[in-house]
Nanobody, 112 residues
Framework: QVQLVESGGGLVQAGGSLRLSCAASGSIFSINVMGWYRQAPGKQRELVAVISRTGRTNYADSMKGRFTISRDDGKNTVYLQMNSLKPEDTAVYYC??????WGQGTQVTVSS
């Protein structure tokens, strides 16, 4: 059983950057798709970005060009580099692993 723990969230001004990390307690090599989702207050959880074991990525339209997902299977870690942050990016960000693995979430707050 793999457990996922997010870190790197916090408060940042609009236009700033944050880097989220998702550390797995076990190997993620066998997990094909890893990713990030987010949930803002009063809204449904939505896809941010996913990455396959081969490095293929997919982003939600509003994140393209601003966010970059990567994974380091040797470190059992997935990253989300977020640049040019906007107030509407404020949400709890969850790490996801195919097979219904979820982290507890990390809060990202972007002030205007």
């Amino acid at each position: 059983q793999v457990q996922l723990v997010e870190s790197g969230g916090g408060l940042v001004q609009a236009g700033g950057s944050l880097r989220l990390s998702c550390a797995a307690s076990g190997s993620i090599f066998s997990i094909n798709v890893m990713g990030w989702y987010r949930q803002a207050p009063g809204k449904q959880r939505e896809l941010v970005a996913v990455i396959s074991r081969t490095g293929r990525t997919n982003y939600a339209d509003s994140m393209k060009g601003r966010f970059t997902i990567s994974r380091d299977d040797g470190k059992n870690t997935v990253y989300l580099q977020m640049n040019s942050l906007k107030p509407e990016d404020t949400a709890v960000y969850y790490c996801y692993g195919e097979g219904s693995y979820w982290g507890q979430g990390t809060q990202v707050t972007v002030s205007s």
